[in-house]
């Protein structure tokens, strides 16, 4: 599949993201009016959620597939829907920065959740879970965390952010897979020594 246009790349970009926007939004209501559902009500809608978000992540892997430029501009989409099919994130707002690629947005978020804690406005154990999402989103996003951040993300990981760990290596290979057969299809039919050099260029 050749590489769409910027514009066409730029389209197709807002429209997925305004589709998990939506998701995002679902989940969202859901925990706000969790006292107002019976657990049984809480758990199927929830589950029903999590199974399109699951749908749009298939839908997600076929657009992306062969296609290095949407690969780029939607990995960190994919992850984040990965964090939340698999439920090591559990803050929507997070999920959302996290799949728009916006580093400065979630340290803002970081910090305002230091100063509730501080006041008494955010409880130890919520602010515990969010920022390890937070911290695990920035780790993922290329940012580097201090000392003290990599040692609370270590000192608090639970197994579902371990398993997501896990699987998000396992796209990174995948990623990276995909990166070198697209350049092979690249450099097709091309004079040995030049395609060796294209395929440099492209690692």
């Known amino acids: 599949m050749?590489?769409?246009g910027t514009t066409e790349t730029s389209k197709l970009k807002q429209n997925l993201e305004e589709q998990l926007d939506r998701l995002m939004q679902q989940l969202q209501d859901l925990e706000e009016c969790r006292e107002e559902l019976d657990a049984d009500e809480y758990e199927e809608?929830?589950?029903?959620?999590?199974?399109?978000?699951?749908?749009f992540n298939d839908s997600l892997k076929?657009?992306?597939s062969g296609d290095m430029t949407l690969v780029d501009e939607l990995s960190g989409m994919q992850l984040a829907i990965?964090?939340?099919i698999s439920q090591a994130f559990k803050t929507p707002e997070v999920i959302r920065m996290f799949a728009k690629k916006q580093p400065r947005q979630l340290r803002t978020r970081l910090a305002e959740m230091d100063r509730d804690l501080m006041v008494g406005k955010l409880a130890r154990e919520l602010y515990t879970q969010q920022k390890v999402e937070i911290l695990t989103a920035l780790r993922k996003l290329g940012e580097k965390l201090t000392g003290d951040d990599e040692m609370f993300l270590s000192a608090n990981a639970g197994t579902a952010l371990s398993q997501f760990e896990r699987v998000s290596t396992d796209l990174g290979e995948e990623w990276q897979c995909?990166?070198?057969?697209?350049?092979?299809?690249v450099v097709e039919n091309v004079p040995p020594g030049l395609a060796m050099s294209l395929l440099l260029d492209n690692v």
């Open 178 to 185: 995909s990166h070198w057969s697209f350049s092979l299809g």
């Open 82 to 84: 990965q964090a939340a």
């Open 45 to 55: 809608t929830k589950k029903e959620t999590l199974e399109q978000l699951s749908e």
């Open 2 to 4: 050749a590489s769409r």
């Open 62 to 64: 076929k657009i992306m």
